[in-house]
């Protein structure tokens, strides 16, 4: 099941101008393969972040989720029509936005309405040790392993 869909777009975008990101230079028709394609592009890497902390697909995606497909499918259909020429900054704005919003998803700093996290956030780690605890000095250390931080 998809997040979003074309209609979703069609609240971003004219006809008109998602006809021409879709590659129709007039502008009249909508190339639904290619809007398919970019949004399979973008719901797997909803489900590929969050396979590890949340049951997917979403069966009732949370808003926040449709919100991230409708933006990942953006920034793909971008991708597939100008290749490597840049990016509009906007575009690519709201893809890193949309990235860390998954990765805060993941971690379990943002929760999803109406979803059960599978798995609970990684657990604070607190130690009694520091740099004192050494048996080795840090110049020991670099002599014997270089300038490496160890």
Not at 121 to 142: E, F, H
Request: glycine share 6%.
């Amino acid at each position: 099941m998809a997040y979003s869909s074309n209609t979703d777009l069609l609240k971003r975008f004219t006809s008109s101008e998602l006809a021409k990101l879709t590659g129709d230079e007039t502008g009249t028709t909508i190339d639904t393969d290619r809007t398919d394609v970019a949004r399979e592009l973008a719901d797997a890497t909803i489900n590929a972040t969050l396979k590890d902390r949340y049951t997917i697909p979403f069966e009732d995606p949370d808003p926040l989720i449709i919100s991230i497909s409708i933006e990942l499918t953006i920034y793909h259909l971008y991708r597939i029509e100008y290749g490597e020429l840049p990016l509009p900054s906007e575009v690519r704005g709201y893809y890193e936005e949309s990235i860390q919003l998954l990765e805060d998803i993941q971690t379990g700093e943002l929760y999803l309405e109406g979803s059960t996290a599978g798995i609970d956030a990684p657990p604070t780690i607190i130690t009694t040790k520091s740099t004192g605890n050494r048996i080795y000095s840090q110049d020991t250390l670099d002599n014997y392993f270089g300038e490496y931080d160890v």
